[in-house]
Nanobody, 122 residues
Framework: QVQLVESGGGLVQPGDSVKLSCAASGFIFNAYAFAWFRQAPGKEREGVSALSIDGGSTTYADSVKGRFTISRDNAKKTVYLEMSSLKPEDTAVYYC???????????????WGQGTQVTVSA
């Protein structure tokens, strides 16, 4: 059974840092690219960051460049999203996804987690 389980979300203050984790199981982890998407209330889902199968190539949305870092640990079958200098506009449910390429398009990803809420508020 394919599973992607996100963790690490919560309520943080502007300027804080948070590290999200996505634990994968039920498929060959090393054969997939991964991405993080987010969806804020009343807004469409947007791609945040993506990482290639070999971990050597990354893609970031302009809104998070320089603040977010995506990484993977093949031994732990886990993908991470380190977020720093958080802003209220980063508030959203963050989803982990596994698929075929390091692009910020949802159609390239076939497996999805249930999401973890990140709220940035003073």
């Amino acid at each position: 059974q394919v599973q992607l389980v996100e963790s690490g979300g919560g309520l943080v203050q502007p300027g804080d840092s948070v590290k999200l984790s996505c634990a994968a199981s039920g498929f060959i982890f090393n054969a997939y690219a991964f991405a993080w998407f987010r969806q804020a209330p009343g807004k469409e889902r947007e791609g945040v960051s993506a990482l290639s199968i070999d971990g050597g190539s990354t893609t970031y949305a302009d809104s998070v460049k320089g603040r977010f870092t995506i990484s993977r640990d093949n031994a732990k079958k886990t993908v991470y999203l380190e977020m720093s200098s958080l802003k209220p506009e980063d508030t959203a449910v963050y989803y982990c996804a596994a698929g075929g390429d390091n692009v910020l398009q949802a159609s390239y990803f076939w497996y999805w987690g249930q999401g973890t809420q990140v709220t940035v508020s003073a």
